[in-house]
């Protein structure tokens, strides 16, 4: 069993930054991809960001040069730096890791105020 506890969420202006943690306990392995997700109101989640063990990343268009996603091994913990926050960023902000398993925290809230 995984568990994943995100922190970091709230409300920002528009343009300003916020850097989101989770923070992975129990059985999981360095090797294993780790990234975040996030659901509008009326939207499907997406896929944000992700990274794997070997640092590998991937990052939606609409977030590519303002976003960056890192891990730290060692504490088996993933960031999200979110700089130039916009309105449409607002949404919950789901972690995830994959084990051979999917796993998913509860969601941390992210409001951006224009």
């Known amino acids: 069993q995984v568990q994943l506890v995100e922190s970091g969420g709230g409300l920002v202006q528009a343009g300003e930054s916020l850097r989101l943690s989770c923070a992975a306990s129990?059985?999981?392995?360095?090797?294993?991809?780790m990234g975040w997700y996030r659901q509008a109101p009326g939207k499907q989640r997406e896929l944000v960001a992700s990274?794997?063990?070997?640092?590998?990343?991937n990052y939606a268009d609409s977030v590519k040069g303002r976003f960056t996603i890192s891990r730290d091994g060692a504490k088996n913990t993933v960031y999200l730096q979110m700089n130039s926050l916009k309105p449409g960023d607002t949404a919950v902000y789901y972690c995830h890791a994959y084990t051979g398993v999917d796993y998913w925290g509860k969601g941390e809230l992210v409001t951006v105020s224009s």
């Open positions: 990274i794997t063990g070997f640092g590998r990343t």
């Open positions: 129990g059985t999981i392995f360095r090797l294993n991809t």
